[in-house]
T-cell receptor, first 111, second 112 residues
Framework: TQLLEQSPQFLSIQEGENLTVYCNSSSVFSSLQWYRQEPGEGPVLLVTVVTGGEVKKLKRLTFQFGDARKDSSLHITAAQPGDTGLYLC???????????FGPGTRLSVLP | DSGVTQTPKHLITATGQRVTLRCSPRSGDLSVYWYQQSLDQGLQFLIQYYNGEERAKGNILERFSAQQFPDLHSELNLSSLELGDSALYFC???????????FGPGTRLTVL
């Protein structure tokens, strides 16, 4: 059983479309991070959310942390081919020790 | 460039062999993490070191071991290699008390 679940597992959309991917857990997290990974490369940190209900914007990307700090979402507006990659959420449970990663959402944006 | 370096970039070896992967964290980062990522799989946490001491352990096989040296670089030793050990191995580092991790470019290990 994954501590962090991500959905959808795969997503293929056309350039210009909007999309939302989700990261869910039954546990409370002290913070959650979102990373993007391109094939054969290491994940790159996009954002950290810490406060329940927090919303952070990074250009066309909007990240939200759930009020109960058990879930998070990533919304991309007007997706571009350069957004293609594996989106990973990760964090440490409030009463946990290990840093855990979700299985990721593999996004493909077609031109 | 995350500031985390890993060597070698590629490693090809045979079953039963032993290899050592090396990681240098970002300047000032005390924590080093090791992850394994098999083809089209997620990141599997192996082990974390903080300032030379083991801090957390994940799904690390007994054939694998790691250490962090006084200069804070880390090595991951993989022994009695099996075909299934073929994967990308990533190192990440973070500052003390901060969960954000910065990843190196990875070492691609191929066991033939």
């Amino acid at each position: 059983t994954q501590l962090l679940e991500q959905s959808p597992q795969f997503l293929s959309i056309q350039e210009g479309e909007n999309l939302t991917v989700y990261c869910n857990s039954s546990s409370v997290f002290s913070s959650l991070q979102w990373y993007r990974q391109e094939p054969g490369e290491g994940p790159v940190l996009l954002v950290t959310v810490v406060t329940g209900g927090e919303v952070k914007k990074l250009k066309r990307l909007t990240f939200q942390f759930g009020d109960a700090r058990k879930d998070s979402s990533l919304h991309i507006t007007a997706a571009q081919p350069g957004d293609t990659g594996l989106y990973l959420c990760a964090g440490v449970q409030t009463h946990g020790q290990n840093f855990v990663f979700g299985p990721g959402t593999r996004l493909s944006v077609l031109p | 460039d995350s500031g985390v370096t890993q060597t070698p970039k590629h490693l090809i070896t045979a079953t039963g062999q032993r290899v050592t992967l090396r990681c240098s964290p970002r300047s000032g980062d005390l924590s080093v993490y090791w992850y394994q990522q098999s083809l089209d799989q997620g990141l599997q946490f192996l082990i974390q070191y903080y300032n030379g001491e083991e801090r957390a352990k994940g799904n690390i096989l007994e054939r694998f071991s790691a250490q962090q040296f006084p200069d804070l670089h880390s090595e991951l030793n993989l022994s009695s290699l099996e075909l299934g050990d073929s994967a990308l191995y990533f190192c990440a580092s973070s500052q003390a008390g901060v969960n954000e991790q910065f990843f190196g470019p990875g070492t691609r290990l191929t066991v033939l």
